[in-house]
């Protein structure tokens, strides 16, 4: 049976978000725009099965991007057998976050067939053949929970306190507003991370991210786009 993936899109907004960048470790800065792996997360906190796999084709950026800057007071210590007293640990740290952000998210929602999967999933999840599996069903179980607003986990924007909202889009019968006029290179970028190849510590994946006119397209993991 050959099986077709289909391509979902979501709009996604909230006060503020950030992106972190992994090469600043000790003050936490933002990207310009959502990353790749921070838009898959969304699909999967409304719906994933271990035999779908989102792939995220487009981003669109929907609001001009803008910064805030914020310091906080942190305890720069992991909780153990022994006390902390905050007093000593604590430390101011200033994040670089970005306000008011809405992002139009494009993703293949892509089926694994039972017999691919098998052999790499066996030990983390049951694996009795299905025989009434198809995409179509998985499809539609994402349609009517994203049209409901329903959601496993709640959906965040790069960091669990950057809360997201989101609502389901159909291109088809809606007047899409148009994406910002900004073209910028936005240099080398976190894709994801390649839990195909580790999946207790997974590399990260890199590309090139480049916006035309507010619309970065997003190029599949197998790419050689893709930074490893």
Known sequence: MEYFDKEFCLEVWGPMACFTRPE?????????????????????AIFWKPAIHWQVTKIEVLNEIQWMSVRRNEVGAVAGKTPIFIEEKRQQKNTLLLKDVRYRLWAKLEFIPQRKRQSKERDLFDVTEHTDENPAKYNAMFERRAAKGQCFNQPYLGTRECVASFRLVNPETEKLDAPVCDSRDLGIMLYDMDFEKDLKNPP???????????????PPKDSEEILR
């Open 24 to 44: 600043l470790k000790v003050e936490r800065v933002s990207y310009d725009v959502i990353t790749p792996s921070a838009a898959r997360a969304i699909f999967e």
């Open 204 to 218: 990260a994946m890199f590309y090139r991210a480049r916006m035309e006119n507010g619309v970065i397209i997003v």
